[in-house]
């Protein structure tokens, strides 16, 4: 792996920031420790200038060559001791500059001491400076001594240089664990569920390759269950839509024949036309209209296989009437069943839409409501109501059945899944929806409960019934229940 690939990986961002992160705790460690090396530093040579100091008290007698020396193994230029308040040059020698500065280390703050320390550190000129602080054992006062700062600053940079070099090992040897931390507890994890995704798009309608949830982390696991989650209901729905394809062919041929023999009763129906016997005289329209229906159902059926099928075709429909035909079909299927019908619908109300769909929107709504009604074996009202405002179309139906099951309610308008009955399909409630969606409208839900359901059709006028067409017969191949 080149180094600018590794870079880009979660491994080696890591390695890298974790490298940053450590040499930047101990930068913030690195400035008091200097601050404290230079004022430890300072205290030795405070200390060697007293116990010098001391020998020279002791023996008064010590030739200049003896008091060099002990300056010397001192690192100071001179000595001044204070005692019995007292300011005494105990030892002293030629100071090649003038004192630079004076450094009080006796309760000395911190921020100071990190002060002073920095400015020794960055300041490459030789100086003198004066250092006082306290006797050690209380020997006095108070001790001065004045030395060079390039001994100093000597020390200082050789111990910088021993800390930084301490902090990088530490912190590439800390990089180099969490890096095997990281790999073992996150990356491996995460290609594995990479690799699980890659194998479940390969074949996703596999439900052998739909991952199972093993990491510890909990986070990683949380995800590994929610991958596993939406995989199952991805295979679900490619495996209903799989279905519903196989079921869309299987359709498209029944239509195909059941076309052919309604094209053949038709040719019966216009004989029955010209029957002199009342009774068929009038029936026969009725009949020849429900013939016309389902070649026309059929037609769009195999059109919509095709994706050829044409947009709903608007014109003016007289609710009133288109509403009686839908009624007065399904009085044919109670029998003797008490059951009753009500129309609440202005007789000169006329609403833009196709006369085709809007009957199959109104025969699917009347028809789940009878059927409902009809299932509990109790008596029923079905009622269909319009009316209108400036801006749209309102058509109800409304029925005292038993109300929508909880699964109706949960799915519904989806085909095969929001059956209103037991045996049902849920097509009904899905082609009434879409083919409102097709006038620009919609089909909702008012309510539903023990005392019965209501439907509410809303139908836009204007241009927006209009321009929402061209979507509208999408679900006329579903037609056929």
Request: net charge negative.
């Amino acid at each position: 792996m080149t180094l600018p690939r590794f870079i880009n990986t979660l491994t080696g961002r890591f390695l890298i920031l974790t490298v940053i992160f450590v040499m930047a705790a101990e930068i913030m460690i690195f400035v008091p420790s200097v601050a404290r090396f230079r004022e430890d530093f300072l205290l030795s040579r405070l200390e060697r200038a007293q116990i010098a100091s001391l020998a020279l008290l002791a023996n008064d007698s010590l030739d200049m060559d003896l008091e060099d020396e002990l300056l010397a193994n001192a690192g100071v230029y001179n000595v001044v001791l204070r005692r019995n308040e007292i300011r005494q040059l105990v030892l002293s020698s030629p100071i090649p500059d003038q004192v630079h500065a004076t450094y009080d280390l006796r309760e000395a703050p911190a921020f100071e001491l990190i002060r002073d320390a920095m400015v020794t550190l960055f300041d490459p000129a030789e100086r003198v400076i004066r250092v006082i602080g306290d006797p050690v054992k209380q020997a006095g006062l108070l001790i001065e001594v004045t030395l060079p700062t390039a001994p100093l600053r000597a020390a200082m940079i050789d111990y910088g240089l021993r800390i930084l070099l301490l902090s990088a090992v530490i912190s590439f040897f800390t990089a180099f664990l969490l890096f095997l931390a990281v790999r073992a507890l996150l990356v491996r994890p995460i290609k594995r569920v990479v690799g699980a995704m890659t194998s479940y798009a390969q074949a996703p309608e596999d439900a052998r390759r739909i991952i199972e949830p093993s990491a510890k982390v909990a986070e990683l696991r949380e995800a590994e269950a929610a991958l596993k989650a939406m995989e199952t209901e991805l295979t679900a729905s490619l495996r209903q839509k799989e279905r519903l394809a196989q079921l869309g062919g299987a359709v498209a041929k029944v239509s195909h024949d059941l076309r052919n023999i309604l094209t053949t009763a038709q040719l019966f129906t216009d004989r029955l036309e010209m029957s002199q016997d009342p009774a068929v005289t009038r029936s026969a329209p009725k009949l020849v209209n429900s013939i016309q229906r389902a070649v026309n159902l059929c037609e769009t059926t195999l059109a919509f296989g095709k994706a050829e099928e044409p947009a709903p075709t608007l014109t003016g429909v007289r609710l009133a009437e288109l509403v009686a035909e839908v009624i007065e079909g399904e009085r044919l299927s109670i029998d003797d069943f008490d059951l009753s019908f009500s129309e609440d619908i202005p007789a000169t109300m006329v609403l833009r839409a196709d006369p085709e769909q809007l009957h199959r929107v109104l025969s699917n709504l009347v028809r789940n409501a009878r059927q409902a009604i009809m299932a509990t074996g109790k008596c029923g009202e079905i009622s269909v109501a319009g009316r209108e405002d400036e801006e749209e179309w309102v058509l109800s139906v409304t029925d005292t059945g038993p109300g929508l099951p909880p699964k109706a309610r949960e799915y519904l308008f989806q085909p095969f899944q929001g059956g209103t009955r037991k045996g049902g399909f849920g097509l009904g409630l899905a082609i009434a929806a879409e083919l409102v969606r097709g006038h620009g409208g919609q089909l909702v839900l008012e309510r539903t409960d023990d005392s019965g359901t209501s439907f509410a059709i809303h139908l836009p006028k204007g241009y927006a019934a209009s321009a929402a067409a061209p979507s509208g017969r999408a679900s006329n191949a579903a037609a056929a229940e």
